[in-house]
Structures are given as structure tokens and as C-alpha cells.
């Protein structure tokens, strides 16, 4: 098994695509994306119209994720009700994410 890095991002649907794009190009080989819900700082959506959160998921190398967090930090983290973190993993098929 290969150890890699889990990066969980939560943020507001209307920046899933553009995110996943951003990922992409920034060295992840795919993502996850389900939608969520909850309540954190900003509390919790009162209606649909306010839209849903989404939660991306993708594994990478260490120096993927620390560009991908340096990215979210500069560009979304003072505009959008965002949240990202990092997590160790051990991977079997390797070659799917590196």
C-alpha cells in the first residue's frame, strides 16, 4: 500500500465545477463529489434557493495537496463559506492517483 493524501473540500455547489477543474490542473488524477449539508460557523442553509454544499474528495501526493490548499487558501477562503482538510491514506492501486 502507498501512502497518499485524502483532500476533503466542502463548499458551496455554484463552485463545484470550476473547483474540479482548478483540482485537475493542479495535479489531481479525479475527484469525488457528493452533495451535503450541516451546520458549521455560518450555521445552516435556510432554503434551496440559497443552493446546497458539495463535498470534493480527491487523493493525491503530499505536494499535490499542499498546492491544492495553498490554492483554496489564496483564492476562496476570505470569499466562500468554505472548508478543506487533509487526511493520511494508504492506497492499494497507486497508479489510479499518482
Do not use: C
Request: glycine residues 6%.
Amino acid at each position: 500500500m502507498t501512502p497518499l493524501k485524502l483532500v476533503t473540500i466542502i463548499a458551496e455547489d455554484v463552485l463545484e465545477d470550476t473547483l474540479a477543474k482548478e483540482i485537475t490542473a493542479l495535479g489531481a488524477k479525479g475527484y469525488t463529489v457528493v452533495t451535503v449539508r450541516g451546520k458549521g460557523e455560518q450555521g445552516m442553509r435556510e432554503n434551496l434557493w440559497e443552493g446546497e454544499n458539495v463535498k470534493i474528495e480527491t487523493i493525491v501526493s503530499d505536494e499535490v495537496a499542499l498546492k491544492i490548499l495553498a490554492h483554496l487558501q489564496r483564492k476562496y477562503f476570505d470569499k466562500y463559506a468554505m472548508v478543506a482538510y487533509v487526511t493520511d491514506v494508504h492506497v492499494v492501486r497507486t497508479q489510479h492517483f499518482t
